[in-house]
């Protein structure tokens, strides 16, 4: 109880009563490439990076690596200056004031919840699918509310692993650690198994269709339009995609508290994460183009294209292995999405920037209790409402993701310049990694940000639309499409009540934005 009150009153990194030194580089290393769910990220996305950038898509893999590389550049500077789990909330809050901080955790937690019910999704229907049963052929037990069918048994059990993982979470961090090691070790392997072999009969016993990989798949300028040129426009929407498929590594830093070495070992963890994930992405990338083909891919689109090739490659019983792989992969994301979210709120409820009953912290566990629970409440109501109001706004809400995870990864990147900005002029090497990378990988990110704002505007661009072709039959609201309203709708929401909890307790909000320099801090 000590712990939780010193948390209330400072914030402090170490005195929120988590339990220190905790996890290992390895668990950190763990968490970081699970919480990314490589599997499933690469099972719905290969159609669309294909669809936008044909036979180059492997390029685009290492390509959206570098600004994710910059922006883990970033959180290990500002994780060497405070390792504190609020993470971006934090940082930013320090380097650019708190109203922006607090739209920063914000923008964590709702982006985290609306993908909890994405992975909820496709953790049941993995499970069913791993015992012979397509939930889209068969429903499972198909009821009819209003005009909305659902199946409620694909919703009871996505519901069940949302429960289960929350539990895990809420006893303690070493439990989940262990869980992920065993989780990402299944996907892994898995993958490793479909690509290695993949190749190896696309070499020796090509199916129709396949082709040899080349070294021009790696070649950015082999991104080209409808007249055979480079394709600034391609590059952009394959880019977007790909960009994403990365998101969830910082899952690393949240931990930092609960880690051996917190101001240098979570900072490593984040860079050497991202490189074991553009491995992984570029290599089955790579794997799944030679085996089905460009064109194959293209048509797969937004589908899963995995098990198709699983079946074709491993033959039965062993394409069970990647089926099993994306489960684990959405199982082992559910768990690290929990994670973050409930160490931003309780970071948040420590320093005064929420109620102090985020910051509660269990004095056996050393896990955030409440916020560990709700976490896995909201994630679970917002799961069943959407499924319940509609399937396809279901989508257009996870289509809204992007723009949050550009907001809060580009302003980490700013942040971290700013704050070390008296540091910049002193060597060639801050210049560099706390000053020019960051602001790379930020403006990137802003770019990314302000190029979806422009295609989720067009109301075309959504699920709601019952023929592509004609905007009439879309749902709109505010004047655009439905993704980009729920994530307007999500910042008039936060604004709301950031201005609520400043008129309530404005003591957070009267903080002022410091520097390294008046940290007092060496950068080593």
Known sequence: MAASIAARETGAPGEKGLKTGAL???????????????????????????????????????????????????????????????????????????????????????????????????????????????????????????????????????????????????????????????????????????????????????????????????????????????????????LLVALFIYWGWDTTATVNEESANPTEQPGRATIVSTLILVATYVIVTIAAQAWAGVERLQEAGESDVFAAMANEILGSPLDKIVILAVLSSAAASTQTTILPTARTALSMGARGALPAMWARVHPSFQTPTNATIWMGILSVVFYIALKLVSENIYFDALAALGLMIAFYYGLTGYACAIYYRHELTRSVKNLLFIGVLPILGGLILTWAFVQSVLDLADPLNSYTCTDPEDVTTCAQLFGVGVPLAVAIMSLILGVVLMVLWWLRSPGFFRTRPQTHETDRQAIG
């Open 24 to 238: 290992g580089f390895v668990s950190n290393v763990v968490i970081g490439v699970a919480s990314t769910a490589p599997a499933y990220s690469l099972a719905v996305s290969l159609g669309l990076v294909a669809l936008a950038v044909g036979i180059a898509s492997p390029a685009i893999m290492w390509m959206a690596f570098i600004p994710m590389l910059f922006i883990a550049i970033a959180y290990y500077y500002m994780n060497r200056a405070e390792p504190d789990c609020g993470t971006s909330f934090t940082w930013v809050a320090k380097a650019m004031g708190p109203h922006l901080g607090w739209l920063t955790g914000w923008a964590i937690i709702v982006a985290d919840i609306i993908v909890m019910a994405s992975l909820a999704e496709v953790a049941a229907q993995y499970t069913f699918a791993l015992f012979g049963i397509d939930v889209y052929e068969t429903p499972i037990l198909a009821v009819t509310i209003g005009d909305q069918a659902v199946d409620v048994g694909v919703i009871a059990l996505g519901v069940l692993f949302v429960a289960v993982l929350t539990y895990i979470c809420y006893r303690g961090i070493e439990l989940s650690a262990r869980t992920q090691t065993v989780l990402l070790g299944i996907e892994l392997l898995a993958l490793g198994a479909f690509a290695g072999v993949a190749l190896f009969r696309v070499y020796t016993d090509p199916p129709v269709g396949a082709i040899l990989p080349s070294l021009e798949w790696l070649n950015p300028l082999a991104i080209v339009g409808e007249d055979g040129a480079f394709s600034t426009s391609a590059l952009a929407a394959g």
